[in-house]
């Protein structure tokens, strides 16, 4: 393993890493609860959501699945992402997080009404905690994923049904380390 020098201190003003941690919650529970979860913190389990206006006629299925994103996730800037048509097997990994990025949001969604097995990666290791299934219906996927220390993250998706359709995916801050 790579040495990356000292690791991150995990300590902060309580009151501001209280407050920051609240409104990113607030946020991020407001897109993510549905009947039967409960709101509050985000937790490693993924949760699906039923999301923003329907996509124009006429765009590709890839569009469709990123404005369901971008709906859903408003006014929050994304680390990384991409879109594409949907594949027996695809993925991608983003180089790394800002040092200061301590947890980041994964959100997925997919059009043309098959099933995407979704598996992560961090560092280049297996998070076995942290894998969900996803139904291209339209809806919002979303898995909580620890940064332990920086490195890269990335995902796995591997489509079982059919492949017509696209997908969207993105990472978002969830935690970040004050200075």
């Known amino acids: ?26 946020l991020l529970g407001a897109t993510s609860c549905s009947s039967g979860e409960q709101s509050g913190s985000p937790s490693a389990s993924p949760s699906a959501t039923k999301s923003a206006p329907a996509p124009t006629p006429g765009t590709t299925d890839a569009d469709a699945a990123r404005t369901l994103l971008e709906g859903t996730f408003v006014n929050m800037k994304s680390l990384g992402g991409g879109s594409g048509g949907l594949r027996p097997q695809f993925g991608d990994t983003h180089p790394a997080a800002p040092d200061n990025v301590l947890s980041v949001t994964f959100a997925f969604a997919c059009t043309g009404g098959g099933e995407v097995a979704l598996t992560f990666t961090v560092a280049d290791e297996d998070v076995p905690s942290a894998k969900g299934t996803q139904v291209c219906d339209g809806s919002v996927f979303q ?37």
């Open 1 to 26: 393993m790579k040495q990356r020098g000292p690791r991150r201190r995990r300590t902060h003003g309580t009151g501001i890493g209280l407050a920051a941690a609240l409104s990113v919650t607030a």
């Open 143 to 179: 898995q909580s994923i620890e940064l332990p220390e920086p490195g890269s993250v990335g995902f796995t998706g591997v489509v079982t049904g059919t492949e017509n359709g696209g997908y969207a995916y993105a990472y978002y801050p969830e935690k970040e380390q004050l200075p």
